[in-house]
């Protein structure tokens, strides 16, 4: 057989058999990150974050599967990671398992590969390619014994079937795992956002501020509509006048003739689901609800 074909074929699949390994490691990694935070619910983080908060717990219509918006932004987290951790681990290998007082795996060629699966071919493979424009009667001899050697022999020797195997093992079970989270709709329990907001309550999100004592939202920048405890005296026998001033109230025409002084900017595109609020308080405040629907009801008629 032909030693310098023999030596190039091998080359050649040692170079994919490498490239092979990168894309196991890298997906059995990713996936096995994705399953870690999806447990971890993870995704419940982005209810701290504006921008993603609509789309938290959210999924788009995709036949027999349940995966939420939120699982793809972790997928492309899990993705930046792994690439990441994989090119400081492999350019800084050495120093990293020198820091663990190890001794860092060596980076075997063909040739190394080949000898070490064939101890007969240990120092005269190399010797004989090293030797092919050698036409001396001992570089002749040694050629000819060592292309005896190499027949039927193949590449794919050359792959590591252990390294192959529990890569494809590992991609299969946390697949599967992952598989059985989407077809199910399985959501993990924890909460890590709520905790956070507990033990760190500047990070929460700006919601309408409650009044504790009437349980009514309260906002000093709001219109004249009563909220919280009415400055309307209480006393029996006593008629109130609930009619609005001249020139109160804000008609619909009025806005109207604003509006069409303003350019229209169409709002932010959020999934149909989201548009409901989280957050509806219709507690009144006691004792007062007939006087506040009174209110409104005069507040509709002078607009």
Do not use: C
Not at 15 to 22: D, F, G, H, I, S
Not at 197 to 218: E, G, H, Q
Not at 220 to 233: A, E, F, Q, R, Y
């Amino acid at each position: 057989m032909d030693i310098k074909k023999f030596v190039l074929e091998n080359e050649s699949g040692v170079r994919q058999n490498k490239r092979l390994y990168k894309v196991l490691d890298f997906v059995s990694i990713t996936l096995f990150l994705l399953l870690l935070m999806l447990l971890l619910n993870l995704g419940d983080l982005f209810k701290l974050i504006p921008a993603l908060e609509p789309y938290v717990g959210l999924s788009p219509d995709l036949p027999l599967l349940h995966i939420r918006y939120d699982t793809f932004i972790l997928l492309a987290i899990s993705l930046l990671i792994t690439f990441i951790g994989l090119t400081v681990y492999r350019r800084y290998r050495s120093r990293i398992y020198k820091w663990f007082g190890a001794k860092p795996p060596k980076d075997e060629n063909s040739f190394d590969i080949m000898e070490r699966l064939h101890p007969e071919l240990k120092d005269r493979l190399r010797t004989a390619y090293d030797n092919l424009d050698d036409n001396t009667v001992i570089a002749a001899d040694l050629k000819q014994q060592v292309s005896k050697d190499i027949e039927g022999i193949s590449k794919m020797e050359l792959r590591d079937k252990k390294k192959v195997r529990s890569g494809a093992i590992a991609i299969a079970v946390v697949g599967i795992l992952l598989l059985g989270i989407f077809f199910t709709g399985f959501a993990s329990p924890i909460e890590p956002a709520s905790e956070i907001t507990k033990r760190i309550p500047r990070i929460s999100m700006d919601r309408p501020d409650v009044d504790p004592d009437n349980n009514t939202t309260v906002n000093d920048s709001s219109s004249s509509v009563p909220v919280g405890t009415p400055p309307i005296s209480e006393d029996p026998g006593i008629d109130i006048d609930v009619t609005l001033p001249p020139g109160s109230g804000f008609g619909p025409g009025e806005q109207l003739n604003e509006s069409e002084n303003k350019s229209f900017e169409p709002s932010k595109y959020y999934p149909p689901e989201s548009l409901s609020s989280t957050h509806f308080y219709d507690t009144l405040p006691e004792g007062y609800a007939d006087l506040i629907k009174d209110y409104f009801e005069k507040l509709a008629e002078t607009s």
